[in-house]
């Protein structure tokens, strides 16, 4: 049952950590190769300061606004590249998040941090504050779709040029995106560290963004059910079938490739098209359109 | 009609890419409730110089200015947020959003100022309400429900226009709206353009096709290389010799090379 308890908690982890991710990119279109160091400072930010006396909880809004910070400024260089300049700029963010934490001291350096304070709760309930969490997330994710504000970023994914000429105030949105997203990853930092006890700098590597990349593009980016899919199976296959722990990087670079090629829009995209071929009177109007 | 203080005013706008002069020195008016064309043969400068009044381009001199106050530092959604609006000369549906919805999310501009707000709110039934009775106007609320990407380009820029005007713009800048429609679409759109300056909106307009242009526009302003050659009342400007010999220049493909030989006059 540990187990059980231990691997829903970990997957609990990545579909939050996901879903940041995809409101970033799938959401506001703004690629980013580079997230996991908003996780990582997020559970640098909540060992620290559970190191320093804190209680847990209080560090969870304090990771999070720490990340989102740091996310802004990543965000200005948003405004200023586009596509794959933005790409690779996200890419340096976490090159440079691993190289200043292996050199500084009192960050850990290349030995991490041990030992991080417990925060009082059971495994268990844990395991449900890390899964209602994730759920609250996906709440959010599913609402912002639906305000005016998720109308908007859609329309600055797909062509931000007509955004403007629409009086949209581009960089102020993509700002929002890059701040709420990271700020996100940053709680799903704090719980990262809370749950494994141990923090380094190889954990919130280049390596774990592509990670967290080819969840939200197998599950469908943009489409929350499908992401929310995507990372509780790609997290959890590791655990289930030893050959694909071991296979890990090999499986998850084949299926963003194989998604990429023949399913863009991911699993969400695959279920749509099967919809669409079963009730093709349903909807008529969106005959020939890209989903 | 010259009493009145301009809508839009343009003054002195020189645009240099390089060394190269794009726009040179233009100057004109915009009246409140006007319909003005502006016309010139291609390279004219046209383009640009709509550019630089929605803010694409900074002008290298001279200044825009709306309603007296000058907009020319502005990025582009804020002139749009002071009441520019534009239809661009490709037009760029959002293809994922049915046709309603494109001109939804451009009615609900003053929701979506600030993120903040955006993010505060769901309601959409006055907007859509507000773009149906757009498409409405322009003549296409049958496609209101269709999405962007399987309309034909004469629905497509009527969609496009009606996404500017729910902007509630004080001044319409229409980008080559007839362009790539047959002589029966672009009759019709003209007229259509005509009803909507008739209904009290100011608009400008570049266009190519002329005899749409004379027949709707009260005024027009012409460009050559750059240069404002003339404006006026469209049968007296297109009498002069000078647009007549930028147009056929045109016509000899030979309009870059040589400026109109007796070009002394000036409007």
Redesign the interface.
């Known amino acids: 049952m540990a187990y059980e308890i231990s691997l829903l908690t970990a997957m609990s982890i990545s579909v939050l950590f996901a879903l940041s991710l995809n409101l970033i990119t799938g959401l506001c279109g703004q690629i980013s190769l580079g997230h996991a160091a908003f996780l990582g400072i997020g559970a640098y930010t909540s060992a620290l300061l559970c190191k320093a006396g804190l209680p847990f909880f209080a560090t969870l809004p304090l990771a999070m606004l720490v990340a989102g910070l740091v996310g802004v400024v990543v965000g200005l260089t948003s405004l200023r590249v586009r596509d794959d300049f933005l790409a690779i700029t996200t890419m340096g963010v976490v090159f440079l998040f691993v190289g200043i934490v292996r050199q500084q001291d009192w960050l850990g350096g290349e030995m991490g941090i041990s030992n991080i304070p417990v925060s009082g709760l059971s495994k268990t309930g844990f395991m449900l504050l890390a899964l209602g969490l994730a759920a609250a997330t996906a709440i959010f994710c599913v609402?912002?779709k639906?305000?005016?504000?998720g109308?908007?970023f859609?329309?600055i994914a797909?062509?931000e040029?007509?955004m403007?000429?629409?009086?949209?105030?581009?960089p102020?949105?993509k700002l929002?995106a890059f701040a709420i997203g990271t700020a996100l990853a940053g709680l799903a930092g704090a719980l990262y560290g809370q749950h494994f006890k141990y923090i380094g700098p190889d954990s919130f590597g280049f390596i774990e963004s592509i990670t967290v990349l080819s969840m939200v593009v197998f599950g469908g980016i943009g489409s929350v059910p499908g992401v929310i899919v995507g990372a509780a199976l790609l997290s959890a296959l590791p655990a289930w079938f030893q050959v694909i722990g071991d296979y890990k990087l090999l499986v998850y670079g084949g299926l963003l490739f194989l998604m990429m090629r023949f399913s863009p829009m991911g699993l969400a995209g695959i279920v749509r098209s099967l919809l669409k071929r079963k009730a093709p009177e349903a909807s008529p109007?969106?005959?020939?359109?890209?989903p | 009609m010259t009493a009145s203080s301009p809508l839009l005013r343009v003054a002195n706008v020189t645009v240099r890419f390089g060394g190269l002069s794009a726009v040179a020195d233009v100057s004109f008016d915009v009246r409140p409730g006007e319909l003005l064309g502006l016309i010139g043969p291609n390279g004219a400068g046209k383009t640009t110089l709509m550019r630089s009044i929605?803010g694409v381009v900074r002008p290298t001199e001279g200044s825009v200015s709306l309603q007296g106050e000058d907009i020319t530092a502005l990025?582009?959604?804020k002139r749009?947020?002071k009441g520019l609006a534009?239809s661009?000369q490709l037009v760029?549906p959002?293809?994922?959003?049915?046709v309603l919805?494109n001109v939804a999310?451009?009615a609900?501009?003053q929701?979506?100022?600030?993120?903040?707000?955006?993010?505060?709110?769901?309601a959409?039934q006055n907007e859509n309400a507000a773009a149906r009775e757009l498409l409405e106007r322009v003549g296409i609320a049958g496609y209101a429900?269709?999405?962007p990407?399987?309309q034909p380009l004469g629905v497509l820029k009527r969609m496009e226009m009606a996404?500017a005007l729910a902007?509630n713009p004080k001044l319409l800048l229409l980008d080559e709206p007839l362009a790539g429609l047959n002589s029966k679409e672009a009759n019709a759109l003209a007229s259509t353009i005509a009803q909507i300056n008739q209904q009290g909106m100011t608009i400008v307009l570049i266009e190519h096709n002329l005899s749409e242009v004379m027949r709707i526009c009260q005024r027009l302003v012409v460009l050559d290389n750059g240069r404002k050659i003339a404006s006026g009342a469209p049968r007296e400007v297109m009498e002069q010799p000078e647009v007549r010999a930028a147009y056929l220049g045109d016509a000899a493909t030979a309009a870059e090379a040589e400026p109109a030989t007796e070009g002394e006059h000036h409007a």
């Open positions: 609402y912002l639906k305000s005016w504000m109308r908007v859609n329309g797909e062509d040029d007509t403007r000429v629409l009086s949209i105030d581009v102020r949105y929002a109007a969106a005959q020939g359109v890209e | 929605t990025p582009i959604h749009i947020q534009l661009q760029k959002f293809r994922q959003i049915s919805d999310l451009a609900g501009a929701h979506t100022h600030s993120p903040l707000r955006a993010l505060t709110r769901l959409r429900d269709q999405m990407g399987i996404r902007l």
